[in-house]
């Protein structure tokens, strides 16, 4: 079963626009991922946050974590038609598992 | 490091025929993934290795599903008899230490389409 589900299920924006995309989950986690994976190919790893952690930046990459809330969200800002892909939150459950929610398909129009 | 390698990338087959999925990972992960993707059911992890033994599998559908890793560079998934309902794209990912230290390396996948 996920854990995490991504809202909103997809997601359409012009060239320089800020997306963002949240993420629930469910259990008490050591820390939460974002993955992005374009079409036909393999889920590349973007940023982790650590449940201790309210906030990281990575360049145009900014995500926060509330584990009171138990929900993340990823915000890429001034996007570009590259950033056109399905991002993927991820949390370990406190176990070796790494569990993914169901996705957000990105689409950036030039 | 060439990243993580699995073979093939496309399978076609026929409903009864077996099919196995094969994966390297990349070298000094200590855990490796196998996970399936479906439109229906997302990302759904089947099993995971630590050191070449098999952590979890209560992921693995049923009992056509089998995956071996006999040393720490090659994994295998395989399904016996191969069902329709098994067409999916199969990831191997890997890492290092295990979740809470880093993130996965994943595959480009092994799209499987049963006939």
């Known amino acids: 079963s996920q854990q995490g589900e991504e809202d909103p299920q997809a997601l359409s924006i012009q060239e320089g626009e800020n997306a963002t995309m949240n993420c629930s989950y469910k259990?008490?986690?050591?820390?939460l991922q974002w993955y992005r994976q374009n079409s036909g190919r393999g889920l590349v790893h973007l940023i982790l946050i650590r449940s201790n952690e309210r906030e990281k930046h990575s360049g145009r990459l900014r995500v926060t974590l509330d584990t009171s809330k138990k929900s993340s969200s990823l915000l890429i800002t001034a996007s570009r038609a590259a950033d056109t892909a399905s991002y993927f939150c991820?949390?370990?459950?406190?176990?070796?598992?790494?569990?993914f929610g169901t996705g957000t398909r990105l689409q950036v129009f030039p | 490091d060439a990243g993580v390698i699995q073979s093939p990338r496309h399978e076609v087959t026929e409903m009864g025929q077996e099919v196995t999925l094969r994966c390297k990972p990349i070298s000094g992960h200590d855990y490796l993934f196998w996970y399936r993707q479906t439109m229906m059911r997302g990302l759904e992890l089947l099993i995971y290795f630590n050191n070449n033994v098999p952590i979890d599998d209560s992921g693995m559908p049923e009992d056509r599903f089998s995956a071996k890793m006999p040393n720490a560079s090659f994994s295998t998934l395989k399904i016996q008899p191969s069902e329709p309902r098994d067409s999916a794209v199969y990831f191997c990912a890997s890492s290092r230490l295990g979740r809470s230290a880093g993130e996965l390396f994943f595959g480009e996948g092994s799209r499987l389409t049963v006939l």
């Open positions: 991820a949390t370990d459950d406190n176990t070796d598992k790494l569990i």
């Open positions: 259990t008490s986690i050591n820390n």
